[in-house]
């Protein structure tokens, strides 16, 4: 087999590594939770030098998702730009998924806030000289409560709507009827008697809109997205999830409903920036036909762009009646989450799930190979958290993602912090002490600012435990580019190993798979073939561990029989070598080394030709 250098031609596989600039430059340490942005800071723009950015593309990757860039609800105040209620905010500096203007950026992260957009265009073109290509947020279900924009006011949500229709084709919004639930005006808010509270919005005391997440009240929860306003893509879903009366892919901008028209609109305003690809925030709970006919509009402007899918299946708001990630990439997503194999991973230490559990999901059809997967994001906890994940640390990162990097051919994402065990220990704000690194807060995060180290992002105030982690993600995102990972295909070992003693069994279990996961990579055209086998266990060293390969698996790597196997570790600095017999593959198996707590191997497979 060829060395990792010799496979330069492979495509590039897209390696995102997601960011929020409100945190990824802000060294202030005071960390007041709730407190303003005086008190604690926020990162800029500016704060992505050349010197961040190019060591982002050196660790591996190919994107950034600037996570949150557009203008939202705030409670902070700029000339012209009043501070948002505090009713209609979670958090003080707001989320970022309550857009108050589609066509503008967050003034918070401009050093000159009025020259803010200009700001944003230069952070674009470092981010190309650093060879990153640039991905930002579409959110296109929902919108801030006090979503207007000064930018294209003419394209502003809301305006010429008709207020006493529930539903009308061609309004922004779903508009509250006083018979709906909540007890009729005016909009009341779970946020009365909280500072600065009053729990009512002045613009809806009369007219009343349908909350984010599908919610017909006057009264939204506190678990609801009360503060946003669910958006409307000409069909009423409370007549269900049949579509099929909106129109095609091909149809004539002047045909289709007036909010396909203006998210169109932003889609290829921010295209004209050179934003080269949109993370779409819940994308099942828009209507297919409208994936349909935007992707490919978007795709006729910019045929490289990319999509990628926030979706979930087992929502009961999804818009269709079959598998929704299948259908948004029969819509032209280039890829969808992978939840699943996400939620699979962290259940082996929270919920008693085995790696053997990963294995149905591995039967996906196009999906497995076009999916999205990451061990952190900012919804999700962090891996290093002591309340979850079993509390074991960073090290978990290192097995989980070896699997989900190398299981499949679609992207991969890394969220800052990460590869260095950033753990978002305490309270910070509107979330409190969740586990995860706040989205509603100024804020700093304490371990990834060691590795900003002032503005110099050289790592000069980690550990020696967090430098090696970061270089290990490095090692493992370069590996996972080659063909075997890119565009190879994947073959699953736990099932022929089940009945393998040697296959990681700790005492007391009767079948094997619950700590060790192994599978096969192998890539026809080049013929380069990977083993990869990773031990979740966070105390046990797997000693004596063998990986039988049966007989189909040796036919599905096109293997003789006849010769033997090297396989060379690409994953560790200086890594193991070894050998097997070919004729003892599938009977005795591949003795492995000593496989360390949260390790994993990438064994590159040599002869057998």
């Not at 660790?59 to 998702?65: D, R, Y």
């Not at 639930?181 to 946020?191: A, H, K």
């Not at 509270?197 to 009343?208: I, S, V």
């Amino acid at each position: 087999m060829s060395s990792i250098s010799a496979h330069a031609a492979a495509p590039e596989r897209p390696a995102i590594y997601q960011l929020m600039v409100r945190t990824f430059g802000n060294t202030n340490e005071t960390r007041k939770p709730g407190g303003t942005l005086a008190e604690n800071g926020c990162g800029k723009f500016n704060d992505l030098t050349p010197a961040a950015l190019d060591s982002i593309r050196g660790l591996g990757f190919t994107h950034v998702w600037l996570t949150g860039v557009l203008e939202q609800a705030s409670g902070t105040a700029y000339p012209g730009r009043p501070a948002d209620p505090a009713d209609i905010l979670k958090g003080v500096a707001g989320s970022p998924y309550a857009i108050r203007d589609y066509f503008d950026v967050c003034p918070d992260y401009a050093t000159d806030p009025a020259k803010r957009l200009d700001e944003f265009r230069a952070l674009l073109g470092r981010c190309g000289k650093s060879g990153l290509k640039v991905i930002i947020d579409f959110v296109p279900n929902h919108v801030a409560r006090s979503y207007a924009s000064d930018v294209r006011p003419q394209l502003s949500f809301g305006a010429g709507d008709d207020v006493s229709a529930f539903f009308a084709r061609d309004n922004h919004f779903y508009y509250l009827r006083a018979s709906d639930p909540g007890g009729g005006p005016p909009l009341r808010l779970p946020t009365a008697g909280k500072p600065g509270c009053t729990g009512l919005f002045e613009p809806e005391r009369e007219h009343g809109r349908v909350t984010g997440n599908n919610v017909i009240s006057w009264a939204p929860g506190e678990g609801d997205w009360y503060e946003t306003v669910k958006l409307n893509y000409g069909h009423d879903f409370t007549k269900g999830r049949d579509t099929s009366h909106l129109p095609g892919p091909g149809a004539p901008p002047e045909s289709v409903p007036k909010t396909w028209r203006t998210m169109d609109a932003i889609l290829a305003y921010w295209q004209g920036f050179g934003v080269e690809g949109f993370r779409v925030d819940m994308a099942h709970m828009v209507p297919m036909p409208f994936w349909h006919w935007a992707v490919k509009r978007a795709r006729s402007r910019q045929p490289g762009v990319l999509f990628c899918a926030e979706a979930y299946d087992n929502d009961p708001a999804k818009l269709t009646d079959g598998h929704v990630l299948d259908e948004l990439l029969k819509a032209g997503f280039d890829a969808v989450y992978d939840d699943p194999s996400y939620d699979v991973l962290e259940g082996i230490y929270d919920a008693g799930k085995w790696a053997n559990d990963l294995d149905p999901l591995t039967f996906t059809g196009e999906r497995f190979h076009r999916s999205l997967r990451y061990a952190e994001n900012h919804d999700e906890v962090r891996i290093a958290s002591p309340k979850v994940w079993g509390g074991h640390g960073m090290k978990l990162g290192r097995p989980v993602s070896a699997v989900l990097f190398a299981m499949g051919r679609g992207p991969v994402m890394l969220y800052h912090g990460q590869e260095v065990g950033e753990p978002a220990a305490g309270a910070e704000g509107f979330g409190g002490d969740d586990a995860r690194t706040s989205i509603f807060d100024y804020w700093c995060m304490p371990e990834f600012a060691k590795w900003v180290n002032g503005g110099k992002f050289d790592g000069g105030k980690l550990s020696d435990e967090q430098r090696k982690l970061r270089e290990w993600y490095g090692r493992l995102l370069h590996a996972v580019r080659q063909p075997a990972f890119g565009r190879g295909e994947f073959y699953g070992l736990n099932h022929s190993n089940k009945e393998n003693p040697a296959f990681g069994r700790l005492d007391g279990e009767t079948v094997s798979g619950h700590w060790l996961y192994a599978f096969l990579r192998h890539d026809a055209a080049s013929g380069q073939s990977y083993l990869v086998v990773a031990n979740f266990h966070p105390e046990h060293t797997l000693r004596g561990t063998t990986v039988r390969i049966p007989d189909h698996a040796r036919k599905f790597l096109g293997l003789s029989v006849a010769t033997a196997w090297t396989l060379t570790d690409k994953l560790a600095a200086g890594g193991w070598s070894g050998s097997a017999g070919a004729e003892t593959l599938e009977s005795k198996g591949i003795a492995l080394p000593d496989l360390p707590p949260c390790s994993a191997l990438l064994l590159e497979i040599s002869g057998g030709r």
